[in-house]
């Protein structure tokens, strides 16, 4: 055994020295200053832990090179020892973490007496692999698991954000995919195969096999390209279809033509989109989705570059009548022909059954049935803007359960859905897709106008812009009160009322249509003064058939009646609200705050929860400096457009009756088509697009806008 050299005795006789004098300065407890920095010698019994510790490590780190070292009768454990501690100090003078590279240069030149280079590099590696990388993979694991408790809310937030962000993204992304697919699949079939694989294929797979192979490969792409599309709007059925079809793709392109690559791709995109069955929630037909001109052009454009590509590369093949019946392991010219036929056939029929096959849903005005259908879903239904159904002016969309509907109008290209969906079913987000597949089959685009936050990924899943336009406002009606300081103002409305012998009444809708005339002389009066043209669609108008549907609220004296307006009512006594109010002229200051006031008590006497107070436009909207356009321009109209409505003054009534307020939005297409959305939304309200441009002071009263007082100090006159 060759012994320790000089200079590395003289190395260890110099370190046992350093440690006998840190265990002298230990003993005398001594302080250094360095730089302004105190260091403190540990006491003994520190120093003495920190020996014991340091050389167990030095010995199982300096061991494990050892014992992963082939055997080597001239090299004992000590010798690994001292050269991996000389290696180790050098290492860390240094300066380079870890000592990277100098570590393993020392120990090569160290142990290259005993090994080959190579004999030394694994060990050395395994040595870096156990005694960094394990160590530090363990403290990686241990330290996102210590922050993932200590900031578990803050985790929950950004979990639910990106999972908002996947569900969008994901369905999109494996629609191209999938499509892609497809086109990988056609054009490889058009494509003669490689030469080197045909020879060996013959012997390993029957040609009967081989050419069922190459056409169904074909007939597979086609379907991926025709799946693809129902994956982009997350219908089940597609989802389920797509693995079929990539799976069985991918073992056709391995049976017609080894080809691994494309094999390898489909299988790939069946194992990532099969842990994705939740963002593919929608129970719809595959025959009733429609194709969008952009989807129609993309498909034909990848089957005649298909069959082009086909041609091209055969073109030295001689056409014969034959050619269509020649089978043969080299016949990949006959196996294209009749590929392309398969495909072609395939794309006929599906087309042709699409042509043919009925709408899913008919476009027709809701006849007696379906608004008995609507009215038992509204008395079903704890929310009361469902009532606005009785105007008899919008469409009808129910879903399969008709538990629930969409109503909605139709304006120009846009299709108008009125408000969140009306009643509870299971198949409140289908009911959702159909109504926007419905306007797409129309060739017109769909747009959501006055809904809530409910349903806000559904409509970002269909890829529409959500634009804030103002606020609803709900009364508590259990803590509402005319006692104490809160309801002094509403005390001295009630007195100021009746002392002018006015009174509030509320008379059932069997006794409506008696006080229809007086109701309508009251209503003429009241568009007269405001010069203004009754609204429709978003807010009820007059009409004797839609207000004979509910109770209403009166003010009134013994001769006559000032004010009035219908009442809606939600099921469980869970709502009250009203929507279409009007005054005579004659009628005395505040009448419709005291019809309010008076509304309100009577609900909280019959056991409701809450009083809706409508809509206040354009209030709400953010105007820090990172704010949408749109609520910059929003919240600059709301608080100096008094000149056109007052809508500050709306919120400022609204907000006396201590309210909750929650967001309403307009959901709309992307890009330039929003501006035909709002003039089409307009035109729909107004009643045409010259009633958007009609001489009108202020809107009429309605549920959405309520009483708008011309001045704030007014207060609803």
């Known amino acids: 055994m060759p012994e320790i050299p000089v200079p590395l005795n003289l190395v260890g006789i110099l ?11 230990s003993f005398r407890t001594l302080n250094f200053k360095a730089k302004g920095y105190q260091i403190r010698v540990p006491e003994p019994k520190i120093a003495f832990l920190q020996l014991v510790l340091s050389s167990v490590d030095y010995l199982l780190s300096g061991s494990i090179i050892y014992f992963l070292l082939p055997s080597n009768p001239h090299l004992t454990l000590l010798h690994v020892l001292v050269f991996f501690a000389l290696a180790q100090i050098i290492g860390l003078i240094s300066t380079v973490p ?31 692999t156990i005694y960094y990388f394990v160590p ?41 995919l999938v499509f892609l697919g497809g086109v990988s699949l056609l054009f490889s079939g058009a494509l003669p195969s490689d030469p080197r694989y045909l020879h060996d294929l013959n012997y390993l797979i029957p040609l009967p096999l081989i050419e069922v192979s190459r056409l169904f490969g074909s007939i597979m792409g086609v379907l991926l390209l025709l799946l693809a599309n129902g994956l982009w709007k997350r219908i089940d059925g597609a989802y389920i279809l797509s693995l079929s079809v990539l799976l069985m793709g991918g073992i056709f392109a391995l049976l017609k033509n080894f080809d691994y690559h494309e094999a390898a791709i489909l299988f790939t995109l069946f194992f990532f989109l099969l842990p994705c069955r939740k ?88 006849g007696a049935e379906e608004m008995e259908l609507a009215k038992r879903i509204i008395n079903q239904s704890e929310e009361t803007a469902g009532n606005l159904v009785f105007t008899g002016d919008k469409y009808l969309l129910f879903d399969d359960e008709k538990k629930a509907f969409l109503m909605y109008g139709v304006s120009g290209k846009t299709w108008v859905a009125m408000g969140d969906i009306v009643g509870t079913s299971n198949q409140a987000k289908e009911l959702i897709w159909d109504f926007y597949e419905m306007s797409k089959l129309h060739q017109g685009r769909a747009a959501f106008y006055e ?10 899943d269909l890829g529409l812009t959500l634009i804030k336009i ?29 002392k002018k012998g006015y009174w509030f009444e509320i008379v059932s809708k069997e006794e409506v249509q008696s006080l229809m005339p ?24 007059f009409n004797e058939k839609y207000l004979s549907n509910f109770p209403i609220a009166l003010v009134r004296n013994e001769s006559e009646i000032v004010a009035f307006a219908n009442i809606w009512t939600g099921a469980d006594n869970e709502e009250i609200s009203v929507d279409l109010m009007r005054h005579s002229p004659d009628a005395p200051d505040r009448t419709m705050e005291y019809l309010f006031v008076k509304l309100m008590l009577w609900g909280k006497e019959k056991g409701y929860r809450r009083f809706s107070l409508g809509m206040a436009p354009l209030s709400g909207l953010e105007t820090r400096q990172f704010a949408p356009m749109w609520h910059k321009i929003g919240s600059l109209i709301f608080t100096h457009g008094e000149h056109f409505y007052n809508y500050k003054g709306l919120r400022d009534f609204k907000e006396k009756f201590n309210p909750i307020w929650s967001p309403k939005y307009i959901t709309l297409p992307n890009g330039f088509k929003q501006g035909f959305v709002l003039k089409d939304i307009a035109a729909l309200i107004s009643g ?22 011309e001045k704030p100090s007014e207060e609803l006159t």
């Open 15 to 25: 370190l046992l020295l350093s440690v006998a004098v840190y265990f002298f300065f």
């Open 98 to 128: 870890g000592g990277l590279g100098v570590f393993e240069t020392l120990m090569l030149f160290m142990l290259e007496p005993y090994f080959g280079t190579v004999d030394i590099i694994k060990p050395l590696l395994l040595f870096r």
């Open 136 to 176: 530090f993979l363990i403290g990686l694991l241990a330290l996102m698991f210590y922050e993932y408790q200590e900031r578990d809310k803050f985790l929950r937030k950004i979990e639910k954000a990106t999972y908002s962000s996947l569900s969008e993204l994901t369905p999109r992304i494996f629609s191209i």
């Open 279 to 366: 963002y593919f929630y929608r129970k719809s037909s595959l025959m009733h989705q429609s194709f969008s001109r952009s989807n129609v052009i993309a498909i034909t454009l990848v089957f005649v570059s298909f069959a082009w590509l086909g041609f091209f590369s055969y073109h030295n093949v001689k056409y014969s009548n034959e050619l269509w019946w020649q089978f043969g392991i080299n016949s990949q010219a006959s196996s294209f022909l009749r590929a392309t036929v398969g495909a072609f056939i395939l794309l006929l029929v599906l087309g042709m059954a699409k042509i043919l096959s009925p709408f899913s849903r008919d476009i027709h005005m809701p």
């Open 451 to 460: 809904v809530s936050e409910k349903y806000i990924p559904v409509y970002l």
């Open 470 to 498: 103002g606020e609803e406002a709900k009364v508590s009606l259990e803590a509402f009160t005319l006692e104490g300081s809160t309801g002094k103002d509403f005390r001295y409305t009630v007195r100021n009322v009746e």
């Open 518 to 541: 007086e109701l309508k002389k009251i209503s003429d009066a009241w568009l007269k003064l405001k010069a203004g043209k009754e609204k429709r669609f978003s807010i009820g108008y």
């Open 688 to 709: 045409g697009v010259k009633g958007i441009f009609s001489k009108e002071n202020k809107r009429p009263a309605s549920r959405r806008g309520n009483q708008l007082p």
